[in-house]
């Protein structure tokens, strides 16, 4: 059974640094593309970063690249998010998503790494809060 589990977040101020893990378990193949997705309150739930496992290739949304840096440690199976400069927008509850790929890669899928359909698996939420 494949499992995600987030933690890392909490509350910080604005212009600080968080970094969220997202421990992996249950993956049977080593091709797999890992999301880092958030939900504000009152918005949709939205892909802010992914890592394709099969090259290790990096995708951000525009409104967290140059800040968020997604990475994975395979040895330990956690893929993690460093968010620096934080900002109050950047509130919400994080999730982190997995899904199984063939060996070419996030191409495989049908939209966007950033869809959330895309994914089948999902961790239960982190909260993030940062103060202004």
């Known amino acids: 059974e494949v499992q995600l589990v987030e933690s890392g977040g909490g509350l910080v101020q604005a212009g600080g640094s968080l970094t969220l893990s997202c421990a992996l378990s249950?993956?049977?193949?080593?091709?797999?593309?890992i999301g880092w997705f958030r939900q504000a309150p009152g918005k949709e739930r939205e892909g802010i970063a992914c890592?394709?496992?099969?090259?290790?290739?990096?995708y951000y949304r525009d409104s967290v690249k140059g800040r968020f840096t997604i990475s994975s440690d395979n040895a330990k199976n956690v893929v993690y998010l460093q968010m620096n400069s934080l900002k109050p927008e950047d509130t919400a509850v994080y999730y982190c998503?997995?899904?199984?790929?063939?060996?070419?890669?996030?191409?495989?899928?049908?939209?966007?790494?950033?869809?959330?359909?895309?994914?089948?698996?999902w961790g239960q939420g982190t909260q993030v809060t940062v103060s202004s």
């Open positions: 998503a997995g899904t199984y790929i063939s060996s070419g890669g996030v191409a495989y899928f049908s939209g966007s790494v950033f869809d959330d359909y895309e994914y089948n698996y």
């Open positions: 249950g993956f049977t193949f080593d091709e797999y593309a």
């Open positions: 890592v394709d496992s099969t090259d290790a290739s990096t």
